[in-house]
């Protein structure tokens, strides 16, 4: 067993801020690393340590590993905390810290790297037993291949980057007719993302759920997993709101997908916090997706349910201890629910908004009401990074209560100087589908296509409304005219008139 004395966190914005307090609580030195455009970011403030590692460009900084291997080492700490992105799942910075002796908080590189490789995750899980989605388990060799292959799998197919996730590389393929162009984007997508452009096919689950089970394991071959969260509202296949417990689910499929996703991590050897993600028909069939070998953005629903700290066990796991509780410790707690702040116009067909926080104003909180955050008033935006900025978080005795409160957070969260997502987490809310659990995966399609339509039917009604007002009006210029008896004063005013349009 090894004290972790000091932690560098890898990572910046709102999930470092997070990490901070977990370290203050253990009474754990916390050091923070920034580059130039985080200078004065909220995470380097908090922090006790605080070094800069280069330019803006994550490349030059965030992702540059032999620089933050050097500050850990200047600084004498003997764990890095990855957080999530960034480096989180790079098996080679993991090897990295292995090879320097420093403690890396998350599994060893080798599970790391089977579950990073989706092709080789999913041989692996059918050696396990473990539900997959039809398709390939080897990447596509050349257009020949991708066309004899989707055939035998058959349309709606997904196109999907081999070496990551996130809905990078990724293409929803709806006929023979769009699959060329749609593989080349996806390949092209792929490389940029992650530097491999190899692609794989998955069969497509029409009306998905997107849900994932929590998963703890230590050193010493005790794993357990802690309930579910429902990914399914997402936009671009990137999640913007998650809560636990889904609707979807029976008791039976919850602890089913629980047993499958600890059979999953037994498989490639899995230490730490890590979460399985599964697809989910109707009919709740369940089927392994990928395995996020980090902290996930959402992790802060199951600790609101649970009671549980993730980042805490997750310092403990690397520290050598063993899990205090077992599976029937246990026992989820009432609902919760999160909501992604992101810094973006959702008026704008969600374009980044950057710039300076010149209000904020944050909830009132209380009962059941927490935040994540890594901004201030007085804050600049970076353009240069992920535009989440805060996470909101909400806990209910039931569902409808955990909705309730964050519909009266949501109100009374302020921020001026930027566009956020909070006006357009509202709509969602209050939208009957998403208040009685029955939606899927294509509910943001739905609720912007409506909303498109809607715009359309209130300019149709517009230009009609302004037809018929220009028609009665010319109707009684026409009777003014005639009572008047004079064409410049009927000239005069319906020149007026016009103008007005």
């Not at 090897?95 to 590189?109: D, N, Q, T």
């Amino acid at each position: 067993m090894r004290k972790i004395k000091k932690i560098l966190i890898a990572n910046r914005g709102e999930i470092a801020v997070r990490i901070i307090k977990t370290c203050r609580e253990m009474g754990i030195t916390s050091v923070a690393v920034f580059s130039e455009a985080d200078k004065k970011a909220l995470h380097v403030k908090l922090a006790d340590e605080a070094y800069s590692i280069g330019p803006s460009p994550p490349l030059e900084s965030y992702l540059n590993i032999d620089k933050i291997i050097s500050v850990a080492k200047k600084c004498k700490a003997n764990a890095i905390h990855p957080g999530y992105g960034f480096l989180a799942e790079n098996s080679l910075f993991v090897k990295r810290c292995e090879e320097e002796g420093i403690i890396f908080i998350g599994p060893p590189s080798e599970p790391m790297e089977i579950m990073g490789k989706k092709t080789l995750s999913r041989k692996r899980m059918i050696e396990a037993g473990v539900p997959i989605i039809p398709g390939t388990i080897d990447s596509i060799k050349d257009e020949k291949d991708l066309f004899k292959t989707a055939k035998q799998i058959g349309f709606p197919l997904l196109l999907k980057a081999s070496a990551g996730g996130g809905g990078k590389g990724m293409r929803l393929v709806k006929n023979e007719d769009e699959l060329l162009s749609s593989y080349q984007l996806a390949k092209s997508e792929a490389h940029s993302s992650f530097g491999d452009d190899s692609i794989y096919i998955e069969k497509y689950i029409d009306r998905p759920h997107h849900i994932e089970i929590q998963i703890l394991a230590d050193q010493y071959g005790n794993y357990i997993y802690l309930g579910e969260r429902e990914c399914s509202i997402q936009r671009r296949y990137q999640k913007v709101l998650e809560e636990t417990p889904s609707p979807l689910l029976d008791d039976n499929t919850r602890r089913a997908m629980g047993e499958v996703a600890v059979k999953a991590a037994k498989a490639v050897g899995y230490v730490n916090a890590g979460t399985v993600e599964f697809v989910v028909d109707e009919n709740k069939n369940f089927y392994f997706l990928e395995m996020n070998t980090r902290l996930q953005v959402e992790h802060p629903i199951t600790e609101m349910v649970t009671g549980i700290d993730l980042v805490k066990e997750q310092i403990k796991i690397a520290s050598g201890e063993k899990l205090s509780f077992n599976q029937k410790d246990i026992k989820p707690r009432g609902a919760s629910i999160e909501c992604r702040i992101y810094a973006e116009d959702p008026d704008n067909n969600f374009l980044p908004s950057t710039g300076t926080i010149v209000y904020y104003q944050a909830p009132e909180g209380g009962l059941g009401i927490r935040l994540d955050s890594g901004v201030y008033q007085g804050y600049q935006v970076p353009m240069e990074y992920d535009p989440i900025i805060a996470k909101l978080i909400t806990w209910g005795r039931t569902r409808e209560e955990a909705i309730h409160r964050m519909l009266r957070a949501l109100f009374e969260y302020q921020i001026i100087g930027i566009k956020t997502t909070i006006p357009f987490f509202k709509k969602i809310l209050l939208h009957p589908k998403f208040y009685s659990g029955k939606y899927n995966t294509h509910f943001i399609n739905e609720l912007e296509k409506m909303r498109e339509e809607d715009e359309e039917e209130k300019k149709i009604a517009l230009i009609a409304a302004g037809i018929k007002n220009y028609l009665e009006r010319k109707s009684s210029l026409q009777t003014e005219k005639k009572t008047v008896g004079s064409n410049w004063k009927f000239y005069g005013r319906l020149k007026n008139f016009s103008n007005r349009f």
